[in-house]
């Protein structure tokens, strides 16, 4: 049910928008985003954009992955 | 933007250390229906140490709708004048009457929409005013947001023909009655990634502060899930309960404030009845007086009942992790994904559905 697909912005007018993944455009809502615009990555879920997804942040959620795997093989030995 | 998240030799190292893991048991509820299915499609408890147990927690809005309620739709959905708007997940969940569903109701004539999000609800409003539309408000912190907007959107563009039945709930009070239960024995929670989203990573902030309960806010890919149990495991072994966030990429220390606001701007939270727990106190999400005429229950005099039916399905055991989908009498013979007696096989995210599906043999 929470369940949240990233989407690329390609309009924008007020909160409505056109999100779209692979050529598939769907109308949202952005309500709850502040500064959207086109080119931006949102997580949308029953229609509404509930966050960014901001770059850096997810570099460093690559980050967190090798750490833990780097900390999981010295653990396992 | 093109990031892997998928990788699977950096996990090769995680789940080795999983599988060979042999210190304390554990067992690890993940809160979530969506990390519920997440972890039973990616074959992630066949990758596990026979000590790490992962249980299925509370966070199905579906599952958790209490049988009065649905047969209180059914009666919304039978008055004439009526269109019924829901997302697709309500469609097959039975009220007390067994096999009996909004499918079925449709198949008879009763006019019943599938809409993929609120504002799809008001829209049906504005174009067919000589009915009445009725938005089923099912999900938690993740979904009532939406709700809220749309509730709002009719005031301000006066859509009298619009309402919404909130069964909207609130993750906290269900974990604290969960906590508080007399045989809690959960070592670790999996929190919820979109609640989380909305909420922040303070709104989890009281499951280590006031219960010292180990737990990881985590996304839906495999590699999250096994992250945040890595991290579980090792607060679990090292006797430091935090609260981490491990989805670093969406979740924020303060969350969404303003999906925060509109929800506060519209609700306030009530008494509420769930299935198989029973009455929560300040647990559900009621629609505050200044939007009383988009309100279903005041509209249409609806007499919510608080008393939960029991019946011969275990899905209030197994929202509270007491035992699992295959220890039900009926799992995988009465009760099936095609014939579903009970919630958690019905919903694709319920907890039997996804034990059905992918771990039956």
């Known amino acids: ?77 | 933007m093109q990031l892997k998240f998928k990788d699977y030799d950096k996990m090769s190292n995680i789940v080795n250390y999983l599988r060979n893991y042999n210190g304390p048991a554990v067992k690890i509820m993940e809160v979530c229906g969506t990390h519920t299915m997440s972890i039973a499609r990616s074959g992630i408890r066949t990758l596990l140490s026979e000590k790490i147990k992962l249980i299925s927690g509370p966070g199905c809005p579906v599952c958790v709708t209490a049988i009065n309620r649905i047969d209180e739709i059914f009666e919304l959905a039978k008055r004439h004048d009526t269109i019924i708007a829901t997302f697709g997940d309500m469609l097959k969940v039975p009220g007390s009457k067994a096999g009996f569903n909004l499918s079925m109701l449709k198949s008879q004539g009763a006019n019943i929409q599938i809409v993929y999000s609120a504002m799809d609800a008001l829209n049906l409003a504005m174009n067919n005013k000589e009915n009445e539309i009725i938005f089923l408000g099912i999900g938690f912190e993740t979904t009532a947001p939406g709700t809220a907007v749309a509730i709002k959107e009719a005031a301000v563009k006066c859509i009298e023909n619009f309402s919404v039945f909130s069964m909207h709930k609130y993750v906290e009070p269900a974990l604290r009655a969960l906590i508080e239960s007399d045989d809690f024995d959960i070592d670790g929670f999996l929190c919820p990634g979109h609640v989380s989203t909305i909420l922040g990573i303070r709104g989890f902030e009281f499951l280590v502060e006031e219960y010292k309960i180990p737990s990881v806010i985590t996304g839906f890919e495999a590699e999250d899930i096994l992250v945040a149990i890595y991290k579980i495991l090792n607060q679990i072994t090292g006797d430091n309960p935090s609260i981490e966030n491990e989805y670093l990429r969406i979740v924020s220390y303060e969350g969404n404030k303003l999906a925060q606001n509109m929800l506060n701007e519209v609700f306030y939270p009530d008494d509420d009845l769930w299935r198989g727990i029973g009455v929560i106190n300040k647990s559900g999400m009621a629609i505050r007086n200044k939007y009383s005429k988009f309100d279903a229950v005041k509209k249409f005099n609806i007499n919510l009942d608080f008393v939960d039916k029991s019946t011969a399905c275990k899905c209030g055991e197994i929202i509270k992790g007491k035992i699992q989908p295959d220890e039900c009498k009926l799992f995988a013979i009465n009760c099936t994904p095609e014939n579903p007696i009970g919630p958690c096989m019905v919903s694709s995210e319920g907890a039997c559905a996804a034990f059905y599906k992918y771990l039956r043999f």
Request: some cysteine; overall charge negative; glycine content about 6%.
């Open chain 1, 1 to 77: 049910m929470c369940l949240a697909v990233p989407l690329r912005i390609v309009e924008v007018n007020g909160n409505d928008a056109i999100a779209e993944h692979d050529g598939v455009k769907m109308k949202i809502r952005v309500d709850f985003i502040k500064d959207v615009h086109i080119g931006d990555y949102v997580y949308v879920h029953a229609g509404f954009a509930i966050n960014k997804l901001d770059e850096k942040l997810a570099k460093e959620n690559l980050e967190l992955f090798k750490e833990v795997a780097d900390a999981a093989k010295i653990q396992g030995l």
